[in-house]
């Protein structure tokens, strides 16, 4: 059967009644009457844990779909039981009073069809807090809602399948925040996709800000280690681009890194991606040396050889820095005076402006597909256009620029703040 640790806890077994409160499990009981087996043996019990395999939101009040971890009994001798044993699992979820729960059971050593599994009843007690039942046979239990069964058997089989197979649902972000006007940190974190909320609205509250993700969640296995690289404009201060860095997943811990930053080349705008790939090691088989020490002695050495290492492209983040506005910058090409204008126009008029801004065609088809949103994609054309001390014909360049692309109330209006000596500010 699946087991998560070494060794099972065992319990010896006699003719006589006994009841079983195992270590590995608080709260379970297991019941057993007297002239239960044929002759005494050894009782293996093991346990999978499954609350982190549930894809609910962690704030959310959606009610889990596993309620208890699935066990895993059998006996050394292999005897199965006479009689039925009364049964409690401890529920690591909370449910409603009105939600009905079931047992699913399978005696198939590796159960992936619905078939494989069959559904026998269960009682909460009083206090919500375990499920008893009765069991004829020894083999995997796991507690389940009724009404998950009922409606997608499938999706259940799948959830307690990653449990089974030690894999968890997890998404990759990134978080920055600027340190200095050359240094920024940027955080990566792998975090179950139950709790990925929770762990973006944690660092924001530490002044980070979250970069544009996708929210695509990642199957992988419980201490899955990725490597972690640093492309585009962006690298490890101190390093080169080719620089790479370790992240490992464990469901029970915070899974991060934070990396202080700069950018490759301070002409070109602020922006990379951080590549995550799976770290895949396979072992080799040792070198036989085989020494002769005559006709009818030879000694044999074995000599140990160290795994195959391989990677595999996982996924990829944005990563978009905001380099902190420069002392003496002229008011109207400030950052934040440019989004002003920049929340005026949408992606085409934004694409139009790039290209009058001397930005190239392949320079903005690169900035579109990295930045979809316009105004990330227009915070990085100013940057790029503007450069980190902008200059007073640039004011002049960027109306001749909004004039040849149709837009001549934009374009007043920079030239009225730069007379009144002013931010931009559209007040319609």
């Known amino acids: 059967m699946f087991v998560t640790v070494e060794k099972p806890e065992v319990f010896s077994i006699t003719e006589q009644a006994v009841t079983i409160q195992p270590q590995m499990e608080p709260d379970a009981e297991i019941d057993i009457p007297k002239d239960t087996f044929d002759s005494p043996g050894d009782l293996l019990f093991n346990v999978v844990e499954t609350k982190d395999v549930n894809?609910?939101?962690?704030?959310?009040?959606?009610?889990?779909?596993?309620?208890?971890?699935?066990?895993?009994?059998?006996?050394?001798?292999?005897?199965?039981?006479?009689?039925?044993?009364?049964?409690?699992?401890?529920?690591?979820?909370?449910?409603?009073?009105?939600?009905?729960?079931?047992?699913?059971?399978?005696?198939?050593?590796?159960?992936?069809?619905?078939?494989?599994?069959?559904?026998?009843?269960?009682?909460?007690?009083?206090?919500?807090?375990?499920?008893?039942?009765?069991?004829?046979?020894?083999?995997?239990?796991?507690?389940?809602?009724?009404?998950?069964?009922?409606?997608?058997?499938?999706?259940?089989?799948?959830?307690?399948?990653?449990?089974?197979?030690?894999?968890?649902?997890?998404?990759?972000?990134?978080?920055?925040?600027?340190?200095?006007?050359?240094?920024?940190?940027?955080?990566?974190?792998?975090?179950?996709?139950?709790?990925?909320?929770?762990?973006?609205?944690?660092?924001?509250?530490?002044?980070?800000?979250?970069?544009?993700?996708?929210?695509?969640?990642?199957?992988?296995?419980?201490?899955?280690?990725?490597?972690?690289?640093?492309?585009?404009?962006?690298?490890?201060?101190?390093?080169?681009?080719?620089?790479?860095?370790?992240?490992?997943?464990?469901?029970?811990?915070?899974?991060?890194q934070i990396f202080s930053t700069e950018m490759v080349d301070k002409s070109n705008p602020p922006i990379g991606r951080i590549k995550i790939e799976l770290i895949e090691e396979t072992g080799q088989e040792p070198i036989r040396v085989v020494e002769s020490k005559g006709c009818l002695n030879n000694k044999e050495t074995l000599i140990p050889r160290d795994p195959i290492t391989t990677y595999m492209n996982l996924t990829s983040l944005p990563v978009h820095l905001r380099p902190p506005p420069a002392a003496g910058t002229i008011k109207v090409l400030?950052?934040?005076?440019?989004?002003?204008?920049?929340?005026?126009?949408?992606?085409?008029?934004?694409?139009?402006?790039?290209?009058?801004?001397?930005?190239?065609?392949?320079?903005?088809?690169?900035?579109?597909?990295?930045?979809?949103?316009?105004?990330?994609?227009?915070?990085?054309?100013?940057?790029k256009w503007r450069g980190r001390r902008p200059y007073e014909s640039q004011v002049n360049f960027l109306v001749a620029a909004l004039e040849r692309t149709g837009m001549d109330i934009e374009a007043e209006e920079v030239k009225t703040a730069h007379k009144e000596l002013r931010e931009i500010c559209f007040s319609w």
């Open 334 to 383: 400030k950052i934040n005076s440019l989004m002003q204008l920049a929340k005026k126009l949408n992606m085409d008029e934004a694409h139009q402006l790039a290209i009058q801004l001397k930005v190239s065609p392949s320079e903005v088809a690169n900035l579109a597909s990295d930045l979809p949103k316009t105004d990330d994609f227009l915070d990085a054309v100013f940057w």
């Open 55 to 256: 894809t609910e939101d962690a704030d959310s009040m959606e009610e889990a779909v596993l309620v208890t971890n699935v066990i895993d009994l059998s006996m050394s001798n292999h005897q199965q039981p006479k009689q039925p044993i009364d049964m409690k699992l401890p529920m690591h979820s909370t449910l409603n009073d009105d939600t009905e729960i079931v047992i699913l059971t399978s005696s198939k050593e590796f159960p992936d069809e619905i078939e494989d599994w069959e559904i026998e009843t269960a009682q909460k007690d009083s206090r919500r807090r375990s499920a008893n039942f009765k069991i004829r046979h020894f083999s995997i239990f796991t507690g389940v809602t009724k009404k998950k069964v009922d409606a997608d058997m499938i999706g259940v089989c799948m959830l307690i399948q990653k449990a089974l197979n030690n894999e968890r649902q997890v998404e990759f972000f990134a978080v920055v925040k600027t340190l200095s006007r050359d240094e920024y940190a940027i955080v990566i974190e792998c975090a179950l996709q139950r709790k990925a909320k929770k762990r973006k609205k944690h660092w924001e509250k530490k002044q980070y800000e979250i970069q544009e993700v996708e929210g695509i969640s990642h199957t992988v296995k419980v201490n899955q280690w990725f490597r972690v690289k640093f492309d585009g404009n962006i690298k490890r201060i101190g390093t080169d681009q080719s620089d790479t860095q370790k992240l490992m997943f464990h469901p029970n811990r915070d899974n991060y």
